[in-house]
C-alpha cells in the first residue's frame, strides 16, 4: 500500500457488528471449512469469533484440535468459497443503522472511509454487496484484511505504519477492536451494534461509545471535527 503524504483523516471501518449487523451461526462457516480441510469433524468447537480475525480462528480451531497449521491456507481458501456460496445462495446481511448516513457525512467532510476487519478482501465485498452496501463508497487501497493475522493489532499496527503522518480513528463493535487500536495509538470509537453493549465497550479506551450511529451520529462528528 502507498502511502499517502497529505494529513488526511482516514476512518477504518470494522465489517462484522459495525458496517453491517451480526450474521447468525458466525461459528458455523469457520468449522465447515476446517472440517473440509482436515477430511474429519473437530473434536473440540471453534473459539468464540466476535472481535477476532478470520486469520486467528482458523489458528486458534487448528491448534485446539491438533491439526496441522499447515492447513491455515486451505482451511481459509474454503471459508472464501463458502462465503462466496452463501452470497449466491442470497444469504443476506443487514446494515447497521446509521451507517449509510455516516459514511456520506465523513466522505462530505474530506475523510477518507476504508475498511479494517478481520475478514478477508472477498468475503468483505461477498458481505457488503448482499446487504446493499455500496463498496464503493470505501477506499479499498488503504483497507486492512485479517485472513491470515494472527491477533487483531497485525492489521492495526500494519494500518498505523502505511497512514502515519495522517490522522486515523478506528471504528468498531467489541473490545477486540478497541485492544487493537490502542495497540497501534489509533483513537478507538465504539458502537454498541454487534455483541457487546455499551458499558463493556467503555471498558476499553475508547474515546467515544455511541448506541449505534442512527442516534450518536452528531456525536461521532462533533468528536472528529474537534481533533
Known amino acids: ?8 483523516l482516514f476512518v477504518l471501518w470494522d465489517v462484522d457488528g459495525t458496517l453491517l449487523r451480526n450474521g447468525v451461526n458466525a461459528g458455523g462457516l469457520y468449522e465447515e471449512a476446517i472440517v473440509l480441510a482436515a477430511g474429519r469433524p473437530l473434536e473440540f468447537p471453534v473459539p468464540r469469533v466476535h472481535g477476532k480475525t478470520d486469520g486467528q480462528i482458523l489458528w486458534e480451531a ?22 462466496l456460496k452463501r452470497h ?24 477518507v472511509n476504508c475498511l479494517l476487519t478481520g475478514n478477508s478482501a472477498d468475503r468483505t465485498r461477498y458481505k457488503m454487496e448482499g446487504a446493499g ?19 487483531r493489532s497485525d492489521i492495526t499496527l500494519r494500518a498505523a505504519a502505511d497512514l502515519a503522518g495522517n490522522r486515523i480513528v478506528i471504528i468498531g463493535d ?10 497501534a495509538h489509533i483513537p478507538f470509537i465504539g458502537v454498541a451494534t454487534g ?11 475508547a474515546v467515544l461509545v455511541v448506541e449505534d450511529l442512527a442516534t450518536g451520529l452528531d456525536s461521532v462528528l462533533d468528536l472528529l471535527d474537534r481533533s
Request: charged share 30%.
Open 62 to 83: 487448528l491448534e485446539e484440535n491438533d491439526l496441522s497449521p499447515d492447513l491455515h491456507p486451505v482451511a481459509s481458501a474454503h471459508l472464501d468459497a463458502l462465503s
Open 174 to 183: 467489541t473490545p477486540g477492536d478497541g485492544i487493537g487500536a490502542t495497540a
Open 1 to 8: 500500500m502507498t502511502e499517502t503524504k497529505d494529513s488526511r
Open 195 to 205: 455483541e457487546y453493549t455499551a458499558e463493556e465497550l467503555r471498558e476499553t479506551d
Open 88 to 111: 449466491l445462495g442470497g444469504s443476506r446481511r443487514e446494515i447497521a443503522p446509521g451507517v449509510v448516513e455516516a459514511v456520506r457525512a465523513f466522505a462530505a467532510r474530506g475523510f
Open 133 to 151: 452496501l455500496d463498496t464503493g463508497l470505501f477506499d479499498w487501497e488503504h483497507s486492512y484484511f485479517g485472513d491470515v493475522a494472527r491477533r
